[in-house]
T-cell receptor, first 111, second 115 residues
């Protein structure tokens, strides 16, 4: 029972390249979230999905897109990576008792 | 809109001493409050949460926090810290209904426990 699984764990991109960060849950929860973590700034919400097929913008959505095609998976896409997107990305889900489970993160460097 | 302020970016403390990590929140509606811990190169682990009821909340690893509505605070305390408590701690708030129930995080407090 892995909870929330993120792939890849590490990635280096060149400016302008695209990539998709994958997130999958085995907990059958409706709500899923993508956060980015930067030093001194805590975690900031990029996008979230309250249920399968729905997505909404968070605090810092510019430069990102998301997809929630099924209940299990919530992916984050960078269409044209920029150095400002160098960060650690966390996926999370939420249980009905407000227990949030976080993945182990993806460390992304854009050069 | 919610906001969370963690007043100290770094807190050094000697082993076996008590510690308090401060957190203040602002919200126009009722709020849920959380403390998370992050060890180096790992994800976030829930320490404790306040949803309703008793204002003193006990969590894992001997930590506790007190919800103070009048002071809009949710400070984290431990009476005696251990070297293994060295980590970054995040306070977060969430609204009970609507808005996707998303969490708003503070900027974090680095707790460094020294011998």
């Amino acid at each position: 029972n892995a909870g929330v699984t993120q792939t890849p764990k590490f990635q280096v991109l060149k400016t302008g390249q695209s990539m998709t960060l994958q997130c999958a849950q085995d907990m059958n929860h409706n709500s899923m979230y993508w956060y980015r973590q930067d030093p001194g700034m805590g975690l900031r919400l990029i996008y979230y999905s309250a249920s399968e097929g729905t997505t909404d913008k968070g605090e810092v959505p510019n430069g990102y897109n998301v997809s929630r095609l099924n209940k299990r998976e919530f992916s984050l896409r960078l269409e044209s990576a920029a150095p400002s997107q160098t960060s650690v990305y966390f996926c999370a889900n939420r249980a009905t008792n407000y227990g949030y489970t976080f993945g182990s993160g993806t460390r992304l460097t854009v050069v | 809109a919610q906001s969370v302020t963690q007043l100290d970016s770094q807190v050094p403390v000697f082993e076996e001493a008590p510690v308090e990590l401060r957190c203040n929140y602002s919200s126009s509606v009722s709020v849920y409050l959380f403390w998370y811990v992050q060890y180096p190169n790992q994800g976030l682990q829930l320490l404790l949460k306040y949803l309703s009821g008793s204002t003193l909340v006990k969590g894992i690893n001997g930590f506790e926090a007190e919800f103070n509505k009048s002071q809009t605070s949710f400070h984290l305390r431990k009476p005696s810290v251990h070297i293994s408590d060295t980590a970054e701690y995040f306070c977060a708030s969430g609204e009970p209904t609507g808005g996707g129930n998303k969490l708003t995080f503070g900027t974090g407090t680095q707790l460094k426990v020294e011998l």
